[in-house]
Structures are given as structure tokens and as C-alpha cells.
């Protein structure tokens, strides 16, 4: 066996999209216990060689076993016993058959022979110099010292004493190369990996050699002496021997720090010279990002940085990179500290002052000797002294909050423990840091025994989140106090009944003075509110602090008894010297001027705070200045912190968003005076001057004046309305606004493929200038019309690098299976002319208008011209004709003949003779030879020579007989020599043939055939090419965005350097062909489901894999994956998201190509490049190489499965899918949390790693391993998640991308356009965050898809649009945003991570930016694809997560600062857009309550009958106006609106006006309404509660039939339970109200009876087969099996009603006291119903208590109740009692009780006047008391189980449950009767489905089940 090839070993993924897979068995040799994991080497080599040599491989195997055994003898690890059980078992039954194949003798000759074997055939012939590869090389000397450590382990067993020296030799050789090939990332940083191309680009050249400049440094002796010898150490290794930093960590940001000092050297202007020496620019630039933020901090405390600089030359540089290094290995080996970016400049201060103190030789006083590092520089110091000690008190606090649970002000999250190191205290911790500062009281008493003491805490110290409604008022002061003072005015000039003209008469005036006294009542609540809520902080806090606190409520509250004394007391009773002051002020008569100077001086800093607004930079100026006189007065105006200073805008942007907030507020305000306060006054008045008032209940007061309890009832939903309705003019206003930005920013002027076609000439030179990069750069700017230059034909490059990429695009089109392979060719370009599609039909239309034109030559050819591409396709056609014959004639004589009639032709036309010389009759018989012969030449078959020949001469005759006019001499002659030579033309002989047939096939050849038979043959117009409605739309979007204003791009080489990080939790990457095929209930799979969805996109899919039907994809293994892959990339799956990631790469590639190839390389086409030779895959110095190099140097994709190493080890199958994407994309990398178990002292204990690996060779390979100090999940799972990957990320952005995310190639070719933003004029500051719109690709699968999808959309563009210009409050909303990377990790990471607080995690980033002097922008050229949830309850479950995060964010710090921080019309923009959103939404549900709460009161009081006497209807106008107000938003109109308006712009608003209507008949305003409930409800009880939890949504397609079970769990107390309370609260006010008719009536509660509707019946509505018969049975027994199901530890929630019930008030056991009496007080609404209805009862109206109104007559109607407590105790008592052994006694129990009953009733209607009506009315009175009892006990669950009555609440609770699940079911089971409405829902959900002619009916029927 000479040439050995080991297998696997030298099949080479190829970078093309071909699919590598393997079977599940991949993991054998990795599901190895995390205790043994060096083993796995072994046993990965062990398969790989097992088919080659089954005892090698066998005795790899038994070694493994030893050392398995060796490791853990007792087998105590974690899953080791079964392993070595396993592996023992396998070595049993290999040993005979293995033995049977040995080729040698003995084990150890068979385990040499094979060693030397492998080493001189496979390892010395890779290892070829500069030609090896290098990944290859380094697993070939891995393996061979693995079998080399395997093969002495195999003499030593077989006392083999010597072994050949040429072995010995080979493994001196393999252990020292071993040293040298170690795995890398991106640049292969050793000896070996100098020649690799990515080495050889001047930048890394320069950076590399800057790192490794050592000179001068002093190197501790005992450090790595080998390689010091060698010169192989560079900075960061020094770094690593004086602090201790990981061997890993320091090769990870080795490589970090020259690819950012690379990337910025490269980019210099002008050029430095020379190329390859490290400019000291670039290194400034890195330098001053990455210091900033420390520089800062710096300041901020009053220190001097650390940063000194040497004073020689040649040592700056040396010094610079050092620190940057010390910055990066510090924040690279951070862990959990990463996300408190400010204790890391502490940490990195001390370390950079010990750095300096080392270089410049410093001496301790001490001890006299030279200063050493305080930590030390031994292995693992920094990680183990440093970081660790941190971490454990950032692990303490955050057990401390139980899972979330306990409150926030319990413990210390991230932020806190960060704030710690914002006050100059935390320099008292020292350096080594003091175990006994303060920092560290959490962690003190670890390891001592448990004191009763409770354990100390470092403590709150600015902020405290507690759980309040309050936060809302002291967050947004401002706002509320300036609503407030604007609802007093309005009041008062309505009240007064002024017109506007009048409001400065001085009464009105003196009136409206009194608003500064509210102003300062106010203020004095505010300061309270800073005081009570940040007390638990106190032990905290500084002595300047409490006095800031105190004074300011002091102060406060002394002005408002000053301006009140003012304002009430006259003039009298001041001294006389202050009146003579006063006496100016004296004609304003009726004021008293003391109160006029009083509120001058109160004004006097509101005066100087709006020259600070006018002046946005002066304001700046002052936040960041050090002057003490300053930090006084901001002292006392803010208490100075870190963060949020200085954020102010230009003056510019300050005026458009002032703007904008002023007319937006005058609308409102002028809305809110004419229609609902000014027509209030009148009812008001005319109610409170009503007397004697006939009460219908017991009044407690009844001599009350004026009626108060009516006009609050009245005013109160009104009042509500005016906070709540500027959310709605907010979304008129941005509508506009936004619409209008939009068609400015030139959105939807390309949005048909009829608008493309008429564009389509001017998109080569649209593309040339966005997409190709010119020296010269142009500024931006607008203008009304975009023009570009023609590219002309000469300019024959640019013109093909358009049609390069054009044709790349089309290509991925048809990979994705939108076009077939028909449509490809007629969408592609040949250089120089236009695709097919366009040309498509205009040949046959011209040659049928030549044919029948009998004009002037000009004629035609004007009508030809007419159309530009008409014009185009005759004249490629002719060009194509004169090339084919060319190519295909070479006989002398036909050629003259041709060249003869060409000749002829061609004079004619420039003579304009051409129609009088030629009949045009015969042309159709000519160009149907024509066609023939282009067939012919298609197909290329040389047995039809004869019949070309044929053609030929048939083409000649009717040329020369047929059209021509006038005989040509020469021709007769030609003619005549061929007679006399006797041979006939075109046939030639052999010796001289004629013709050339078959031609020479070159690609080139091919494409112009295809081409021309195209334009020929297409009769059909190509309008409706592509006929896939997503192709469309990306090439629609595609093209319109070339005509949108972005930056002009750099080379490929100078742009900015970007990664992409992906979380990755277990959710799908690949279906598995089970996944597909597996049916549910209704017989649907996956596969069938999607063939129905995409069915164009399937049979694209057949015709690719070239098969019939499915049963031939299924029948091959590669066609199944294949299917897979097809399936996975129509879901929301991690395969979808890499490849669309992985285009970015494919982009950077081409662009690299068509910048860096010569021209003729680009004529020759990027195909050519893409398909190298062997030879070129070798060479470094080929294009090929080159192009990959540049693209790695670009670009970085890291995919943070955290999870993966535990999959791989448990055989997962996901662990495959992962490994196949690493695979399928070699420049993939994925980063996980190994947990390892180790063994120190004979204990064992997890220990944790970031990992990264990468595919090599069909396996996974490890780069690095870094080591943590605990596990990394301490707070939410994602951003921990991203946090520990993102030292693995590179570049100066940042992309944070989803996993349900997808990219398209079109769109990443404009990457570095945006990412040119960042160097882009973007106002102050330059931008932190660059927004990206996003397209949602689930809208087709239902109609709730489509609304959600809709709104979605409306909400990444139009919304976002608006938030970041005019209004400059956009945040980071999730997914396709790109950071500024250096400013993210120097300033906490892209997301915060706190437990809880940050439910939200992503929009914190964009707060945390904001904060910290960052800017988001918004564009708009660019999208990424998104998915989103599709079925009801996973948008439910979506809009729970959003609103519970909303809830947290209420109480966060991050909100309050803003709200503080920014100006005044900032705040508003700030305040609508985020929480506001939602307590518009809490407010619009509050408004129908107090509404049907105040008309019951007024109802059941009797005050309305005595009202309507006097008052009549007046008040109910503006209460329309109101409720008008409350149902706009209710109906969804502030999503509708943008959608409108966004639809209406990019698709136009014909189909925007289309879209909605068929929205509102699908009844998107139930889902609107439904949605808005869930906001509601999540948003309120996480205030109050918490119990906020990230909620996983699925992603799943979901059509499937919800159980009514499971959406009565899901909806029960969000939306049932509240639409039950109105629909009470409804019919009660039918019943008892008498102030309206039924149509007044109708119009008012129209909005709250479709609520309740809504609420009730959306989840049924939107179920698929909700109305379906056989369902609703099956779904009855499921509901009612649950119902009487009974709980226990261990029950889930979804299979017994008791579990789910003391789920559900899981959030009451962990709120506060506060939380529980609100809880009570909110119940006690429920006791008006009883309290008003016993009066209306007939027998007590016949009674005489009754009639006296007695309150006794209430006190009776508890009786009823205790009664019904009593007789249903007696029943489940006796049940307990007697049930088992006294049947007989219990019965008889139960039939007393009954006849008792009976009886009681029967004496109460004969005697008391009882009615039927009565009985009714009684449930309507005492089923609220009951609920109200069962919420109380509830709220006081520990009391109420203290005196056993819990088990009674449970039943009473159950009885309810019941009675509601049948309320709610009735109406759905007798829809269910009528077959109609089955169908008529079907309609309703998959409308968007049936449009597209979909099978949506069989797909719920079951159509599998059919087939």
C-alpha cells in the first residue's frame, strides 16, 4: 500500500453551497463525559482509520480505555461508568475481527509500520513549503503525535525495548512541528503560516511586525526560554508574564489587536509610507476609541490617567500598544465583569499605573527592589486574584434574587454594582484590592458559619427599582406636571365661559396665576417621591445627598405656603416700605403684587433652563465642565452622575423636533378644549346646582353639596381621555411626518416590475456610483431628480462588473429556488446589453413591423427607435446573425459571398435605401431558418451537419432570390465558380470543409446562443418575469434602494472591518426528515403544508434536484437533504439565518473580485475565479487566495451556540446539524460554555469555558479556550450569552442578528455602504448605532401573520423612520441594528443582562448608547429578512414579553435618567414611543371602566333619574367624544395609521387603500382590540408584581387547532375574566340607567360591547377549525377532564386545573405588602353591585326597610350569603364524612337540605313579594360579591390557609371557573351547529393564502389523509 489516504482526511469541503453531511453517528467519539475530553483526540483518530486499519484503530481505542481509566479510577465522574462500560463492550467485540485483518505480526510492528506509513505518505507530502495547507498540515501533525503517544503506550504493554531511530527521528519532527501548527482563527500567527496569503497583505504585515517589536523589555527568566530564545515572543506574551492573563486569551486578542491596527492602517489618507511599517495613526485611532470612555471616567473622578507615555521615540509606539493590549487582555478574560464597564477601568487603572511603574524601572520603597505586579504574573493569576474574587459578588447578589423573584430592592444587578466604581470612594478598595472594602461586604462571610445576621450587601446607591405605579409620574415629572397645569387653564377659561380673546382679562388671569401654586404642589410631590422611593438605599448614601433631598422637599414645600399665602391673602396687611417697592406693579389691578413677585422669583430657574434649551451646546458645555461653581448649581438641579450628561442635540435637530411637538400640541390641546372640557362645563354647572336628589340606595351623605360623586363619574373618563389621546395625535403627526420623509428619501419609486423596466437603462449607472468605489468622493446631498451617466459600451468593465453582479444575484435567486431554470437566463446580462426579460418579444414585433411596412427607410427606424429596448434587441440580433456566421463559415468562397451580402446591406441602410432595395415579404420564411439553424447550433450534434448545410443554402436563396431587388454581379460569378469547381456551397469537401461544424463550444459561445434563441423565440411578453412574488420584491427593493441616497463606498480593502453574532439557544437549524414528515392531528406535515404555501418555489425545487415528484426526492439520501435544507430555509431555523449571514462573506468576495481583478480578468468573469485550478488552490499569490484573504480579513461570523458542547456530548442531534453548518461554511465559527468536570483534591467540581471552534476536515477543531470564573448565566440568558462570545467577535462593527433572521446577497453588497455611516455627518456626535429596516417573510401563512407582519412593518420603517428623525429618540429594537463595536465593549457590551429589570435586553443598549454620548441613526437602503410569530397564542405570548418588558422598564433606572436628562420635547418624544405606548394603552381600558363604573354609580344611586329631570343628555356629547377618543385606539388605529401610510409608499396607496379594507373584513380590529388587552394586562401586573419572564415564543408554522382547554389557561385572566366584568357591567347599566334610549345607548357602549366581544371570542375566532363540530366535542371532554382534575406536587399546569390556579396567582406570593393591599382595594369595586342592586329587588322595595332605604336592608343581604357559605360547607363536609361508609346518610343529608331550599324560597314568594326578576337580579348582585371574597382571600392566601378555609376558596374558585368556561363555550359550540361558518372562518384566517390560490382547505382537512 504505497500511497496511503487516510479516509476524510483529504476531502475538502468546498466553499461552493454543495451540503457536506453525515449520519448521526458523527458524535460517537464525542459523547465522551466532560471529565475525560483529552481523550477525545484518540478516539476521533480511531474512526477516521478504522476502515483503513481496524487494529490501529482498535488500539487507539484500548489506549483510550486506559487513559479513561488512569483519569478516573473509580469511575465517580458524571456519566464516566457508562462510557468506560460502553467503550469496554466495543473493545470486546472488535478484538477478534481486528486481530483477523492485522497485517503484521504483532500490535506494536502493526502500530509502527502504520506510524512511519502515515508520516512519510501523508504528513511529509502535505508539508510542501508555501504551497501546504495550512488547516491540513496542523491536523496531520496532530494525528501523527497521537499515534505516536498511542504506539509507545503499545511497547510498553508489549516490553518492545527499542524502537527504529527513523521513528524516533519522525516523532522529534512531528512534536516540534506540533508546537508550531497550533488551530488558529483567522491569521495563522506562527513560523509555518508566514507564506499563508491573508500574511503576505501589507497592513497585517505591518501590525505583526509592530506586536512583535520587544525591544527593550525585561523578560522574567524562568518565561517560556525556549521561544525566548528563539525571538517567537511578542508585547502581549510580556503581558502575560508579568500579570498572568490565559495562554488562550492572549492569542484570541493577539490576533484581535493586529486585525484592528491593521485594518485601521490600511485605511489612512493620505497613504503611509512605507505600506508594511505600522503608521502611528492607525495606532492612534484604535488608542483613542478604545481610551475614551476610561479617559473620561478619569476625569469624572478628578484622577490622572494611567497612560504615560516614554519620553524616546522609538518606544511611544511599543508603550501605546502595550496599554491597548492590557485594555484588551483584561476585558477579553472579564467574564461576567465585561458588563460593568466602569469597574474595569478601575481594575485596568491600576494595572496600566503598575505597567509604567515596571517599563521606567521603578524601585518600591520597601523593599528597594525593582516594583513587581501585585498580583503576580504565574499562570491564571489575573483570572484567579482578579476577576474571580468580582464575580463571586456579582454570583452572591444575583442568587440573592431568587430567579427574579425576589424584589429589586433586595439586591444588587449589574448596574449597581458598576455605579459602585462612579464615586471616588471605590479607590478606597486599593490596589491589590482589600477583601475587607466595601465592594466586597456580600461575599465576606463566605465559607464561615451561617450568623443569624442577616448577610451584608454592598448595597443601592443612585437608584432603586421598586415596584410602584409611581415610577411613571417620577420618571416623566415633567410631562405630567405640564399636562396638569395645561388641564387647570383649559378648565378654568371653559369654566369662566371666555372666549380666547378674553383670556387675559385680570380675573381670568388672577384664576390662572393659580396654576404655579399646583406647579408647586407638584414639585413638592416629586421631591418626596425622590426621597421615599430610593430609602432602601440609605445606608448608602452621602451626606450631600440626604441634604439635596431634604432641603429640596423643604424648599418646595415653603413655596407653595408662600405663593398660596400670596395668592389668598390680600394686599392689606404688607409693610408699607414693600408696598412703596410694589407700587409699579400696581396696574395690574386685581393681582395682589407680592404673589406677582413671588412667582417671578419661583420662575426665575425655569427662566435660565430655557435659555439653556435655546442653546443646546452651551447645556453641553456645562454637564461635562469641572468648574465648581457649576457642579453647585447642578448639584442642586440634578445629582451628578456618570451617564447621561451632555446628550444634547445640535440646534438644528432641536428645532425640527421642537417643531414637530409644538403643532403637535396645539392640535391636541385645541381638540381636547372645543370637544371635550368646554362642552362638559354646561352638564357640570346645571348637575351641581341640582337639589333634593331622591336617592335609590342608602346614602351616606345625603345632605351632600352639589353633587360631587356625579360630576367626578362625569369627568373622569374625559380626564383620562386627555392624557391618553396625544398617543393618537402622535400617530397622525408621525404618519405624516414620516410618509413624508419617506418619499424623500425616495422609498416605493420602484415597486412594480413596469417601473423597474423603465428604469432599468439608468440602473448600470446608479449602480456604478453606490456600488462601485471611485477615488473621487462626492458629497451627499438631495435632489429632486437622480441622474446617472449611461455606461456606454466603450466603458466595457464597468459594464461588466453590473453585469457580474446582476448576474450573481439572479444566480442566488435561482439557488433559492424563486425562479426556475427557465426564468434564470432571461433575468441575466451580457456585457453591454440588457437582460433577455426586457428584450423579450420585441424581435418578433419588429420583424412583423418590417414585413408590412411599405414607408421610408427613416420611418422604421424612428419606430424601432421608439422603444429603446426594441431598438437594443435588432441590433444584438443582426450583431449575433454577422457572429454565427463568421464562427460558423470558413470556405473562402461562401465567405466572400457572405461578406459580399453584409456589405450590400449594410451600404443600404446608411444610404436609407434600404426598404426600396430589399422586399421585406419573404423575411418571416428567412428568420424561421434562421431560428432552425440556432436550434441545431444549441444542441450541437454533429450527425445534423448536413441539415445546417441545407439551412444555409436555403438562408442564401432567399436572400439573394426573395429579397433582394436588384441581382449583385458579383455574387453571379461567385456562383458560377462554384459550378465549374463542381462542389455546391456550404458543403465543402474533407480536405476543405466549408463549414466549421460542430463549432469550438467555449462558455462564451454557449451564453450568445442561448441568448439569441431567446430574443428569437420568446413570443410571449417577459412582463411577468419573475413570476415569484419575493423575487419581485427583492429586486424591486434592490434597485429602488440604488436610487436612495447612501454613502459612497471604499475598496474592499479600506472598508470597515464587521462581524455578526448570532444567540443561539436549542431552537431548530436543520429539520430532520422526521421533523418533516411527522403529521398532526389533522394530518398535515410540514413538507405537505409547505408545498402548499410555496408551490411555485417546489416545482423550482424539482426541476433543480431534476426529479419528477416527491417520491424521487425521498428515494435518495441526497435528495433528502436537499429537502431538508429546502424546508429548513422556509422556516424560522439557525440554517436559514447562516446562510442568509454567509452572503455577506459571498458579497465582500465579488466586490473584492471586481476591485482588485485587471481588466481582463473581469471580461473573462468571476466563474472563472470562483473555480480555480488545482494549482491556484495551493498558490497564496492567486487571485483566489487573495480574495479569501481579504474577505477574512473583513468579515466574521459567530454563531454563540452556548449550548453545543453539551449537545455534542450527549449525541444531540442539533450538535450535528451545527457541526454540518461549520462545515458547509468554513468561515463559520461557533463559540459555546463548556461545563468540564475536574478533579482538584479528589473533589470534583464544574468548571467553565468560552470555547470557539471551527470546522476542519468534516470535524470541529477547538481555537480557543478560555477559562471562567463561574458559570456565565447569571442574569437573562441572551445577553449573558452574547456577552461571552464577544470576545471572540472582530472588527469595528457589530451586526446582532437573530436567529429567526435571513439576508440576501443583493441587499449585503450595500454592507459597506452602511457601513460608511459611521464616518458620516450625522449631527454632534458621530452614530454608535446604525438602525436597519427589516422585512417580515411570515406574512403569507395566515391572516393573523398579515397583521402582525403589517404592523411589524409599519414599526420598523415608518416608525423608526420618525423616531430617528425629527424626534432623535430611536433605541435598538432587536436585531439587524450595527454597533459601533469599540464604543459598545468599552462602554458594557450590546445588551444589558441584569435579572429581570433587563426582560428587555435589547432596547437597554440602545438607553445604555444614548447615555453615554452615543446616536442611533435609521436607514433605509438596507433590510435584513425577519420572522415573526404566526399563531394567535405565540403573538399573544410575543406581546406579553414586549409589555412585561415595558413594565420593567417603567421602573428602571435607564428611563428615569432619560426622562430627566433630555430636554423637554426630547422627553415627550421619549416618554410617547416607549412606556408611554403602553400607559396610553392602560389608560384607554381605564377610561371604559370609570366609564361604566361611574354610569353603575349613578344608575344604582338614583342620582341619573334625578340628573336626566334637569340636566337631560347634555353631558353625554363630550362623553361621545371621549369614548370616540378610547375606541380609536382601542380599534387599533395607532397601528393602522402608519400602516396605511407605509403600504400607501411603497406599494402604493391604491393597494394600500385594498389592504385595509380586507384587513378590517378579517377582523384585524378584533385582533387589535384582543392585542390590546394582553398589553394591558402584562404591562400593569408586572408594576405592580413582577413576575416578568422571558417567554419563549416557538417559531414554529402554526396551523394548528388550539384546545379551548389551553386557551382558556392562556386568555383566562388577561381577557375573559375583565370581558366578563364589562359585559356585567353592561347589562347592568341597560337594566338600571334611564338616561339613555337604545340608540343613545348603542352609541355610547357601541366601542366597549365590541371590547368585550373581542376579549371573549378572538381566541376562538382565530382558531383554525374553531368552529368545527367533531373539534368542539373533543375540545369540551378535554376541558372539562382538566376542570375536575386535581393538582399535586409535580402536576403540570396543563394537565389539572389546581395547578394552573395556584400558577396563575404565582405573582401574589412574591409582591410586596403594598402590592397585596392593592390587590385588595382594586376587589372591593365588585361590592357595589350588591350594595345597589338589593335595592332594586321587589321584595325589598315592598318592605318597609326597603322603602326607608334602610342600610340594614344591605346588612340582610350578607345573610344570603353566609347562608350559601353554610349549606355548601355542610355539603362537601358531609362528603368528607360520609360519602365512604354512610352513602345512605349523605343522600338523605342532601335531600333535606333541598326540600329546605325549596321550601325557603317557596315562603319568601308568598309572603315577601320574591319575583323571577328578583332571582336574576340577585345573581347580578351577589356573583361579584363572591368573586371579590375569592380575589381577597386570594391577596391574603397565608391568613386565609391560617383558618383553614382554603380548600372552601378553591371550590368556590372552581364553581367559578365552570361557570365562566360554559359562559364563554355555549356561543362557540352553538356557532359550531351551522357547517356555514367553518368555511366562512377558513376564508377569514387564510384569506392572503386563498388569493394565491393555496389549498389551504385540504391542508386543514387533512389532506395527507386524502392523497
Known sequence: MTNLDPPGLLRRPSRSAAMTTFSTEVFDSEVVPSSLSSITPILRIAKEIEHERPRVAYLCRFYAFEKAHRLDQSSSGRGVRQFKTGLLQRLERDNASSLASRVKKTDAREIESYYQQYYENYVRALDQGEQADRAQLGKAYQTAGVLFEVLCAVNKTEKVEEVAPEIIAAARDVQEKKEIYTPYNILPLDIAGASQSIMQLEEVKAAVAAMWNTRGLNWPAAFEQQRQKSGDLDLLDWLRAMFGFQKDNVRNQREHLILLLANNHIRLHPKPEPLNKLDERAVDVVKSKLFKNYKKWCKFLGRKHSLRLPQGVQEIQQRKILYMGLYLLIWGEAANVRLMPECQCYIFHNMAYELHGLLAGNVSIVTGENIKPSYGGDDEAFLRKVITPLYRVIEKEAQKSQNGKASHSAWCNYDDLNEYFWSPDCFSLGWPMRDDGDFFKSTRDVGKKPSSKKPESTGKSNFIEIRTFWHIFHSFDRFWTFYILALQVLIIIAWNGVSIKEIFRKDILYYMSSIFITAGLLRFIQCLLDLVLNFPGFHRWKFNDVLRKILKIIVSLVWVVILLMCYVHSFSFAPGKIKDVLSFLRQVKGIPPLYIMAVALYLLPNLLASVLFIFPMLRRWIENSDWLIIRFLLWWSQPRIYIGRGMHESQFALFKYTLFWVLLLCAKFAFSYFFQIKPLVKPTKDIMNIRHVTYAWHEFFPNAEHNYGAVVSLWAPVILVYFMDTQIWYAVFSTLYGGFIGAFDRLGEIRTLGMLRSRFQSLPGAFNTYLVPSDTSKKRGFSLSKRFAEVTASRRSEAAKFAQLWNEIISTFREEDLISDRKGPLLKIVISSWPPFLLA????????????????????????????????????????????????????????????????????????????????????????????????????????????????????????????????????????????????????????????????????????????????????????????????????????????????????????????????????????????????????????????????????????????????????????????????????????????????????????????????????????????????????????????????????????????????????????????????????????????????????????????????????????????????????????????????????????????????????????????????????????????????????????????????????????????????????????????????????????????????????????????????????????????????????????????????????????????????????????????????????????????????????????????????????????????????????????????????????????????????????????????????????????????????????????????????????????????????????????????????????????????????????????????????????????????????????????????????????????????????????????????????????????????????????????????????????????????????????????????????????????????????????????????????????????????????VKALARGYEYMMGVIIFAPVAVLAWFPFVTEFQTRLLFNQAFSRGLQIQRILSGGKKQK
Open 841 to 1848: 418579444s420585441k424581435i418578433p414585433i419588429a420583424l412583423d413591423m418590417a414585413a408590412q411596412f411599405r414607408s421610408k427607410d427613416s420611418d422604421l427606424w424612428k419606430r424601432i427607435c421608439a422603444d429603446e429596448y426594441m431598438k437594443c434587441a435588432v441590433i444584438e440580433c443582426y450583431e449575433s446573425f454577422k457572429f454565427i456566421l463568421n464562427t460558423l463559415v470558413v470556405g473562402e468562397n461562401e465567405k466572400r459571398i457572405i461578406g459580399i451580402i453584409i456589405k450590400e446591406v449594410e451600404s443600404n441602410i446608411s444610404k436609407n435605401m434600404f426598404l426600396s432595395n430589399f422586399r421585406m415579404t419573404p423575411l418571416p420564411i428567412l428568420i424561421q431558418k434562421f431560428v432552425e439553424l440556432v436550434v441545431i447550433l444549441k444542441d450541437s450534434d454533429p450527425s445534423k451537419q448536413n441539415a445546417v448545410v441545407l439551412l444555409l443554402q436555403d438562408m442564401l436563396e432567399v436572400v439573394t432570390r426573395d429579397m433582394m431587388v436588384n441581382e449583385i454581379c458579383e455574387l453571379v460569378e461567385l456562383g458560377h465558380s462554384n459550378k465549374e469547381s463542381g462542389s455546391q456551397l456550404f458543403a465543402g469537401t474533407d480536405a476543405k470543409p466549408a463549414i466549421l461544424f460542430p463549432p469550438v463550444v467555449t462558455a462564451h459561445w454557449e451564453e450568445q446562443i442561448r441568448r439569441l434563441h431567446l430574443l428569437l423565440t420568446t413570443k410571449e411578453s417577459a412582463i411577468d418575469v419573475p413570476t415569484n412574488l419575493e423575487a419581485r420584491r427583492r429586486i424591486a427593493f434592490f434597485t429602488n434602494s440604488l436610487f436612495m441616497d447612501m454613502p459612497r463606498p471604499p475598496g474592499v480593502r479600506k472598508m470597515l472591518s464587521f462581524s455578526v453574532m448570532t444567540p443561539y439557544y436549542s431552537e431548530e437549524t436543520v429539520y430532520s426528515k422526521a421533523d418533516l414528515e411527522m403529521e398532526n392531528e389533522d394530518g398535515v406535515s410540514i413538507i405537505y403544508y409547505l408545498q402548499k404555501i410555496f408551490p411555485d418555489e417546489w416545482n423550482n425545487f424539482l426541476e433543480r434536484l431534476d426529479c419528477k415528484d416527491d417520491s424521487e426526492v425521498l428515494g435518495n439520501e441526497e435528495n433528502v437533504l436537499h429537502l431538508r435544507h429546502w424546508a429548513s430555509f422556509r422556516g424560522q431555523t439557525l440554517s436559514r439565518t447562516v446562510r442568509g449571514m454567509m452572503y455577506y462573506r459571498r458579497a465582500l468576495k465579488l466586490q473584492a473580485f471586481l476591485d482588485m481583478a485587471c481588466e481582463k480578468e473581469i471580461l473573462e468573469g468571476y466563474k472563472a475565479v470562483l473555480t480555480p485550478s488545482e494549482e491556484d488552490k495551493k498558490s497564496h499569490r492567486s487571485l483566489y487566495a487573495q480574495l479569501e484573504a481579504v474577505a477574512d480579513l473583513k468579515f466574521t461570523y459567530v454563531a454563540t451556540c452556548q449550548n453545543y458542547g453539551n449537545q455534542k456530548r450527549n449525541g444531540d442531534r442539533r450538535a450535528t446539524d451545527i457541526l454540518n453548518l461549520m462545515v458547509n461554511n468554513p468561515s463559520l465559527r461557533v463559540a459555546y460554555i463548556d461545563e468540564v468536570e475536574e478533579r482538584e483534591g479528589g473533589k470534583a467540581q464544574k468548571v467553565y469555558y468560552s470555547v470557539l471552534v471551527r470546522a476542519i476536515d468534516n470535524l470541529d477543531q477547538e481555537i480557543y479556550r478560555i477559562k471562567l470564573p463561574g458559570t456565565a448565566k447569571l442574569g437573562e440568558g441572551k445577553p449573558e450569552n452574547q456577552n461571552h462570545s464577544i470576545i471572540f467577535t472582530r472588527g469595528e462593527a457589530l451586526q446582532a442578528i437573530d436567529m429567526n433572521q435571513d439576508n440576501y446577497l443583493e441587499e449585503a453588497f450595500k454592507m459597506r455602504n452602511l457601513l460608511e455611516e459611521f464616518n458620516e455627518d450625522h449631527g454632534v456626535r458621530p452614530p454608535t448605532i446604525l438602525g436597519v429596516r427589516e422585512h417580515i417573510f411570515t406574512g403569507s401563512v395566515s391572516s393573523l401573520a398579515w397583521f402582525m407582519s403589517n404592523q411589524e412593518t409599519s414599526f420598523v420603517t415608518i416608525g423608526q423612520r420618525v423616531l430617528a428623525r425629527p424626534l432623535k429618540v430611536r433605541f435598538h429594537y432587536g436585531h439587524p441594528d450595527v454597533f459601533d463595536r469599540i464604543f459598545h465593549i468599552t462602554r458594557g457590551g450590546i445588551s444589558k443582562a441584569s435579572r429581570g429589570i433587563n426582560l428587555s435586553e435589547d432596547i437597554f443598549a440602545g438607553f445604555n448608547s444614548t447615555l453615554r454620548q452615543g446616536n442611533v441613526t435609521h436607514h433605509e437602503y438596507i433590510q435584513v429578512g425577519k420572522g415573526r410569530d404566526v399563531g394567535l397564542n405565540q403573538i399573544s405570548l410575543f406581546e406579553a414579553k414586549v409589555a412585561c418588558g415595558n413594565g420593567e422598564q417603567t421602573l428602571s433606572r435607564d428611563i428615569y435618567r432619560l426622562g430627566h436628562r433630555f430636554d423637554f420635547f426630547r422627553m415627550l418624544s421619549c416618554y410617547f414611543t416607549t412606556i408611554g405606548f403602553y400607559i396610553s394603552a392602560v389608560l384607554v381600558v381605564l377610561t371604559v371602566y370609570l366609564f361604566l363604573y361611574g354610569r353603575l354609580y349613578m344608575s344604582l344611586s338614583g342620582l341619573e333619574r334625578s340628573i336626566v329631570k334637569v340636566a337631560s343628555a347634555r353631558g353625554d356629547d363630550p362623553l361621545k367624544a371621549a369614548m370616540a377618543s378610547q375606541s380609536l385606539v382601542q380599534l387599533g388605529l395607532l397601528t393602522t395609521l402608519p400602516m396605511v401610510m407605509e403600504i400607501g409608499l411603497e406599494r402604493g396607496f391604491r393597494t394600500a387603500l385594498g389592504d385595509i379594507i380586507i384587513m378590517q373584513l378579517q377582523l384585524a380590529t378584533v385582533f387589535f382590540t384582543f392585542s390590546l388587552g394582553t398589553k394591558v394586562h402584562y404591562f400593569g401586573r408586572t408594576i405592580l408584581h413582577g413576575g416578568a419572564k422571558y417567554r419563549a415564543t416557538g417559531r414554529g408554522f402554526v396551523v394548528r387547532h388550539e384546545k379551548f382547554a389551553e386557551n382558556y389557561r392562556m386568555y383566562s385572566r388577561s381577557h375573559f375574566v375583565k370581558g366578563l366584568e364589562l359585559m356585567v357591567l353592561l347589562v347592568c347599566y341597560r337594566i338600571y340607567g334611564s338616561a339613555s334610549n337604545s340608540t343613545a345607548y348603542l352609541l355610547l357602549s357601541f366601542s366597549m360591547w365590541f371590547l368585550v366581544a373581542s376579549w371573549l371570542f378572538a381566541p376562538f375566532l382565530f382558531n383554525p377549525s374553531g368552529f368545527e363540530w367533531q373539534k368542539i366535542v373533543d375540545d369540551w371532554d378535554d376541558w372539562t377532564k382538566w376542570i375536575n382534575s386535581r393538582g399535586g406536587i409535580g402536576v403540570p399546569a396543563n394537565k389539572s386545573w389546581e395547578s394552573w390556579w395556584d400558577e396563575e396567582q404565582e405573582h401574589l406570593q412574591h409582591t410586596g405588602l403594598l402590592g397585596r393591599l392593592l390587590e385588595i382595594v382594586l376587589a372591593l369595586r365588585f361590592l357595589v353591585y350588591q350594595y345597589g342592586v338589593v335595592y332594586q329587588l321587589n321584595i325589598s322595595k315592598a318592605s318597609r326597610l326597603g322603602q326607608q332605604r334602610s342600610i340594614i336592608v344591605y346588612g340582610l343581604s350578607w345573610l344570603v350569603i353566609v347562608a350559601v357559605m353554610i349549606v355548601l360547607k355542610i355539603v362537601s363536609m358531609g362528603r368528607k364524612k360520609f360519602s365512604a361508609d354512610f352513602q345512605l346518610m349523605f343522600r338523605l343529608l342532601k335531600l333535606f337540605l333541598f326540600i329546605g331550599s325549596v321550601v325557603t324560597l317557596g315562603m319568601l314568594f308568598y309572603f315577601l313579594g320574591l319575583t323571577v326578576g328578583d332571582i336574576f337580579q340577585s345573581l347580578l348582585a351577589f356573583m361579584p360579591t363572591g368573586w371579590a371574597i375569592l380575589q381577597i382571600s386570594q391577596a391574603c392566601k397565608p391568613c386565609v390557609k391560617g383558618i383553614g378555609m382554603w380548600s372552601s
